[in-house]
């Protein structure tokens, strides 16, 4: 997996049991998607667990991602927007789409 592309987001903190990091890769010419990976694991500088749970073939993450409860389940989701002017919510504790 490479994560040659820079990212310009800022990097979004998610605690549940344990504390997840999600950063975006791409641009307004570039392919880009959203990777979640352990704190634990950014802190080591180890990315090679780090999760695709979202990916934009066209352009990549316009802005930080934001937690917001979507689903009324009182866990807070994942809602992001890409270049291409796509938003999409993903509930927070499984990271499948919701919107």
């Given amino acids: 997996m490479s994560f ?6 800022d990097f979004l903190l998610i605690c549940f049991a344990s504390q997840i990091v999600l950063f975006g890769t791409g641009g307004t010419l570039k392919p880009g998607a959203l990777y979640a990976v352990s ?3 950014l802190y ?5 667990e ?3 749970v979202y990916l934009d073939e ?3 993450m316009l802005t930080p991602a934001t937690l917001a409860d979507v689903t009324g389940d009182g866990v807070a989701d994942v809602v ?6 796509a938003v999409v919510a993903m509930d927070g504790a499984s ?3 919701v919107l």
């Fill in 4 to 9: 040659g592309d820079i990212s310009f987001l």
């Fill in 39 to 41: 704190l634990y694991d």
């Fill in 44 to 48: 080591k500088k180890d990315l090679s």
């Fill in 50 to 52: 780090a999760a695709m």
């Fill in 58 to 60: 066209e352009k990549g």
């Fill in 80 to 85: 992001l927007a890409s270049f291409d002017e």
């Fill in 95 to 97: 990271f499948r789409y």
